[in-house]
């Protein structure tokens, strides 16, 4: 099977209720090969920690706005972006801020050590995206 066509978009409402239904999504898609339970659950952790960033920084309290996320499976992994079309920030500061580990600051250190690459730039058009890269070999 060629890895064309293995993407899958998926745009949410910025509110944490319906992070649930990403993480459903990243479950079936990740379905579609076996995984092991630890693989599984560190794609749910970066999942959730990425999300929640979207959710909780990228507009006011009130939740309006999206978080777009995009599932792509590759033979050996699985990648996903999520942006959004908030304030944005700046790429460096956020991994200066993750080494440290202050405190509301762990998502990135999370997403960086249960990962295999991520990249955090600004958006083109405006705000964040953050992406992550989870090979699928079981070590």
Known sequence: MSDEGRSVR???????????????ALTAIAGVRPLSDET?????????????????HAYDERGHGRVDIVYELRGDSLAVEVGDAGAG???QLAAEEADELEEGGLGIAIIRAVTDEVE?????????RLRFVKLLTDR
């Open 10 to 24: 998926l745009t949410i409402p910025a509110r944490p209720e319906y992070i649930s239904l990403g993480r459903l």
């Open 120 to 128: 955090i730039a600004e958006r083109e058009g405006g705000g964040s």
């Open 40 to 56: 599984l659950h560190d794609l749910k952790l970066a999942f959730t920690e990425a999300c929640t960033n979207s959710v909780k």
């Open 89 to 91: 920030f700046d790429p």
